[in-house]
């Protein structure tokens, strides 16, 4: 009997390939590492991928952009719509590098399920609409097609108990469950928020009984081990 694929929900934080900065830029040396990685992934385990990107750098430059040029407040709305489009755009790209074997539209519509994309290895989705961030689409992705699990590739390695870049004694935390991640995340989406995971979307996945795991995106060979039930570096969300 032939082995059920088993399918794996990606939100891929624009922060690992199109990270902010003075050089913000798309790195295409990852794109490349990461595209093979799935590819093999594919074609020797069987395995099926829902990928969700984030904004990265495009989406905080436009946002600025917008706030500079209106010379006034805009509304979150208007902000959200930026950051959204920008995904899309991410999304585009990354499902052009799938081309031959990915679903030939992106996901860019979490309130129904696209029936024709379970017949593909490779599934690519941006954001929705405001008030929600792409982990939020990616937590309605792993619930609409049934992952087994939603990994959420970040520029960290695990979740800390304080800011790693500011505090030198952060320790990072291997398990948490989603009561301990909203008291420290809130319960409010705001545009750009920068959270180890979206505080609207970490409330539907603790309804849900969703399982994630945060991680370091760059780390290809970490997540291989994840993906393979082994030992890892990450944490636990459940």
Known sequence: MKKQQQVFVLSLGGSVFAPNGDKSKINIKYLRKFEKFIRKQIAEKNRRFFIITGGGYIARQYRDAAKEAAGADLTNEDLDWLGVHATR????MLRTIFR???YPWILKHYDMVDKKAKNYSVVVGGGWKPGWSSDYCAVMAAADYHSEILINLSNIDQVYNKDPEKYKNAKPIKKMKWDDLI???GTKWE???N???DPIASKIAKRIGL????CNG???DNLGKILDGKKYKGTVIE
Not at 89 to 92: G, M
Not at 211 to 214: L, N, P, R
């Open 89 to 92: 755009l991410n999304a585009h």
């Open 100 to 102: 031959d074997i990915a």
């Open 183 to 185: 008291e420290v995340v």
């Open 191 to 193: 545009p750009g928020l």
């Open 195 to 197: 959270t180890p995971f």
């Open 211 to 214: 399982k994630i795991i945060i």
């Open 218 to 220: 760059h780390d290809l």
